[in-house]
Structures are given as C-alpha cells and as structure tokens.
C-alpha cells in the first residue's frame, strides 16, 4: 500500500507543479522555490510527517522535502546553539543535499550532450 501512497503523492505533486506551468507565467525556477516554501510551511504546522509516514518515499523523494529539510534542520539548531544554530543547523543538514546535487549534475553533464 505505501507504494501506491507514494504514486498518488508524487503524482498529485507534479501534476500540481505542470498545472501551475501551464496555466501560469511562472518559470520552473519559481515552482521549485513555492513547492519548497510550502514544504517548509506544511513542516512548521506538522503535516509534512504525517505525510512521510502515510507516503514514504513519494514524500521524501519530491522538492517539498527540501523545504522540510530546512526548516526542521533550522529549528534543531536554533534549539540547540540559539538564533546563529539556526543558521549553521541549515548549512549542516541540507549539505549533503546540495553536494549530491552539485555532484550528480556535473557527472550528467559529462554522459549527456546538450542539444546544439
């Protein structure tokens, strides 16, 4: 059952983020930055957990869980070393994330060539 939940999640999110392209002037650019402001949002009120327990990885995998990986990861550190861990608690948990990005686009950039 967790992979169909996680099918309808991820399928309800990008068909969400397709009809905003579509129907809208907004650039990939700034669907990616609302997606993870409201998964940032979704985390402060508490939603964005159930939703990983419900869905797995089709909650884990999509970009509002970079919003929730921020935020949960701004709040851990201001809990713990005040207002400036809340600032080294987002370089800590979200740079694994954004190496891995870094890292898997400069090596898709050597296997694909980019259309002329």
């Keep these: 059952m967790i992979f169909f939940n996680a099918f ?5 999110i990008c068909m969400l983020g397709q009809f905003i392209l579509d129907n809208t002037k907004l650039t990939p650019g ?9 998964g940032a949002i979704l985390s402060f009120f508490g939603i964005y957990e159930k939703l990983i327990k419900w869905a797995g990885a089709g909650a884990t995998v999509v970009i509002s869980n970079f919003g929730h990986l921020l935020y949960q990861a701004g709040i851990a550190g201001f809990q713990e070393f005040g ?6 608690g987002l370089l800590t948990k979200s740079s694994a994330a954004i190496v891995s990005a870094i890292i898997f686009s400069f090596v898709l950039t050597l296997v694909f060539k980019p259309k002329d």
């Design 8 to 12: 309808l999640l991820s399928g309800l």
């Design 30 to 38: 700034h669907v990616t930055s609302l997606f993870t402001v409201f």
């Design 83 to 88: 207002i400036l861990g809340f600032f080294s």
